[in-house]
């Protein structure tokens, strides 16, 4: 089974430039998490969806940040325009668990995560 | 709001038993998950807890306790490839599925 696929694996840009990054969850996932990681404030949530519709920004950092999920199967986070302290690994992760309670089974909410997006600004 | 806490590094040798601790002040906690991450790689799920006590899982094992907000992840018979980070999460009981991480514990495996 193909997991969550994340594009690119490695950009390097310049500060001011727009950088987009992208992410296919697994298939069948109804909830859809952004991520971003660094040494000093580890794995910090920016935003996720469920259904296709953003449920929490409140992590988003600043109105250059912005994510879509516009189906089921893609959604994109975008930098515009980027700064060097936006540098770090930006992961995806999706969940077949929407709302609590409803997912049935063993389904206990794990996320499956990308491997996810190195980003470097100059 | 939320604060996670668990130590930045550990070290132990191979064979032995190790227990890494995580104490979290978390307003809505559900559950807490522990994941596993090698340098360069993405976190992967460890293990579950939402009631109290131990969960066995092979060689690693986690604990939970609700009333003192606290939980520990136990690795035994270490194995040089457990060198990584272990990253414990407390998962929200908001209506929708959000986890939030604590900033990890870098365990290192010496022979």
């Known amino acids: 089974d193909a997991g969550v696929i994340q594009s690119p694996r490695h950009e390097v840009t310049e500060m001011g430039q727009e950088v987009t990054l992208r992410c296919k969850p697994i298939?069948?996932?109804?909830?859809l998490f952004w991520y971003r990681q660094t040494m000093m404030r580890g794995l910090e949530l920016l935003i996720y969806f469920n259904n296709n519709v953003p449920i929490d920004d409140s992590g988003m950092p600043e109105d250059r940040f912005s994510a879509k999920m516009p189906n089921a199967s893609f959604s994109t986070l975008k930098i515009q325009p980027s700064e060097p302290r936006d540098s770090a690994v930006y992961f995806c992760?999706?969940?077949?668990?929407?709302?609590?309670?409803?997912?049935?089974?063993?389904?206990?909410?794990?996320?499956?995560f990308g491997e996810g997006s190195r980003l470097t600004v100059l | 709001g939320q604060n996670i806490d668990q130590p930045t590094e550990m070290t132990a040798t191979e064979g032995a038993i190790v227990q890494i601790n995580c104490t979290y002040q978390?307003?809505?906690?559900?559950?807490l998950f522990w994941y596993q991450q090698h340098a360069g790689e993405a976190p992967t799920f460890l293990s579950y807890?939402?009631?109290?006590g131990l969960e066995e899982k092979g060689r690693f094992s986690s604990f939970l306790s609700r009333s003192k907000g606290y939980s520990y992840l136990l690795l035994k018979e270490l194995q040089m490839k457990d060198s990584a980070s272990y990253l414990c999460?407390?998962?929200?009981?908001?209506?929708?599925?959000?986890?939030?991480f604590g900033t990890g514990t870098r365990l290192l495996v010496s022979p």
């Open positions: 298939s069948g996932h109804n909830s």
């Open positions: 992760a999706s969940s077949p668990r929407g709302v609590r309670g409803l997912a049935g089974g063993a389904n206990t909410g794990e996320l499956f």
């Open positions: 999460a407390t998962q929200m009981n908001t209506g929708f599925q959000k986890l939030v």
């Open positions: 807890n939402v009631l109290d």
């Open positions: 978390t307003s809505g906690f559900n559950g």
